[in-house]
């Protein structure tokens, strides 16, 4: 199986920014894991970080061409903004995990409505790292249960 690991804007400072919520894990960490977790589960996996949002519909689009099966997003703060990502996830009708790191739902008003949301399948927050885990782990459990 083939995903897509997405991430936004600033993702790429974890470690470095607000830490006391983001934990003091670094992004590189985040990819590692990630990868590591592929391995184990023999999925193949890219990982893709951008702060640009048309750079994030513009790999969500490439996903459809290229044998992409599913896709982990973290789409940071584009989640509460951008329909345009969440189009772009609509138009690639693949399945769909939102990760968060986390628990959105505790925090500013602001945070509380999910465009990219809507067109996930599921959505995981507050539970660190681990969230992206768990998402990969239900893409290939769905893709598993579609296969039999
Ligand atoms: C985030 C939550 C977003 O509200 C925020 O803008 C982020 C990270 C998370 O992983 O918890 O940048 O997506």
Known sequence: MK?????GP??????IREKNIYGNDTYEDLVNLVQKIAKENHIE?????SNHEGALVDRIQQAYFDGTEGIVINPAAYTH???AILD?????????????????????????ISYAG???VKTIMGKGFLGYQEGMLFLLEMADRKGE
């Open 88 to 112: 772009a996830l609509k138009a690639v009708s693949l399945p769909a995990v939102e990760v968060h790191l986390s628990d959105v739902s505790q925090r500013e008003d602001f945070r509380q």
């Open 81 to 83: 903004t951008s329909v």
């Open 45 to 49: 996996v890219e990982v893709y970080q």
């Open 3 to 7: 995903i897509l690991v997405l991430n």
């Open 118 to 120: 809507k067109a996930c």
């Open 10 to 15: 600033n993702l790429n400072m974890l470690g």
